[in-house]
Nanobody, 113 residues
């Protein structure tokens, strides 16, 4: 099992940027694809972005493509989500997840209009 700790959330104005981090414990970080999800109040958790084990390929939800960038640092066992041109509808708790189903505790992102 991999333990994940997200950080970097906060309050930002529309049009601003944030970088989320998700640090993984253990030596198995490089074995898994990594994903970001988000859950807005009253809504189901939804997919945001993913990156393959090698980091060579990424996938994004239509709603964030072109504004968000997922990346990973093997030396730091960390996956990042760079978010720019933020919109109020991006407000949510953001979670990272391994390809094997381990979840972090989430970090709150609030975008004010």
């Amino acid at each position: 099992q991999v333990q994940l700790v997200e950080s970097g959330g906060g309050l930002v104005q529309a049009g601003g940027s944030l970088r989320l981090s998700c640090q993984a414990s253990g030596r198995t970080f490089s074995l898994y694809p990594m994903l970001w999800f988000r859950q807005a109040p009253g809504k189901e958790r939804s997919f945001v972005a993913s990156i393959t084990r090698s980091g060579s390929s990424t996938t994004y939800a239509d709603s964030v493509r072109g504004r968000f960038t997922i990346s990973r640092d093997y030396a730091k066992n960390t996956v990042y989500l760079e978010m720019s041109s933020l919109k109020p509808e991006d407000t949510a708790v953001y979670y990272c997840r391994t390809g094997s189903g381990d979840w972090g505790q989430g970090t709150q992102v609030t975008v004010s209009s």
